[in-house]
């Protein structure tokens, strides 16, 4: 159902009942919808975990991905990071894990060193700042985690994605991430089926290979 944090910002909450775990997914640069929906419902019947999955770009959900790609300069961290641990403290659970695709990932990596959650899982977030989303509110991820006290962090990795190169996986890694790699894969093969760089076999590996790490 969707519910509206207190911060403000809208989200989708699944619960389960008796659930001993929290997940806070954070979706890819479209945010919200049927999708991440699908995937909310689905992580609570497999996992039995409550699932919320807060909105980027809240109250300007009908821009096109190019209009996204040009607002994403104006983000805050401190805005977007607090909605994600709103939406962990949504989940009512302790303790709450958190996973994300894409930009998502990008802010997953931002929030591992929060100290909010227990443990971290990106999906081909972005490592360092690409050019065009550099704003006075982003910060580095890599520089975040360096400053921060990080949870473990596993980052799942194409490794023909041209949003995390092979230096700045390097740079993860030295920081002390779990790096997951996929040879070949392109970005975004893992969450939608729609695109052309899914590649089945290895989304349900990478999966299976997040919820045991999360399990942890």
């Known amino acids: 159902m969707r519910i509206v944090l207190s911060t403000g910002t809208p989200a989708e909450l699944v619960r389960a009942d008796g659930a001993d775990r929290g997940l806070v997914l954070i979706p890819d640069i479209m945010g919200l919808r049927p999708l991440f929906d699908d995937h909310a419902a689905r992580l609570v019947a497999e996992q039995g975990w409550t699932v919320c999955s807060p909105q980027l770009f809240a109250g300007r959900e009908t821009m096109s991905i190019e209009e996204r790609m040009a607002a994403a300069a104006a ?5 977007v990071l607090a ?11 302790e303790p709450v894990v958190l996973t994300g695709f894409c930009m998502g990932g990008m802010y997953t990596i931002k929030a591992a060193a929060t100290g909010r959650f227990h443990r971290a899982a990106a999906f081909y977030g972005m490592i360092r700042i690409p050019d065009n989303w550099q704003g006075p509110g982003q910060g ?25 190169p092979p230096d700045d996986v390097a740079a993860l890694e030295a920081a002390g991430a779990q790096i997951a790699p996929y040879e070949g894969a392109q970005h975004g093969f893992v969450h939608d089926p729609d695109r052309a760089a899914h590649r089945p076999a290895d989304a ?13």
């Open 204 to 216: 349900a590996d990478a999966w299976a290979r997040v919820i045991e790490f999360l399990s942890r």
């Open 83 to 93: 909605d994600v641990a709103a939406a962990a403290d949504a989940t009512g659970c």
């Open 75 to 79: 983000l805050e961290d401190d805005e």
């Open 140 to 164: 580095e991820p890599l520089e975040l985690l360096a400053a921060g006290d990080p949870c473990p962090l596993l980052a799942v990795i194409g490794t023909a994605d041209p949003f995390t």
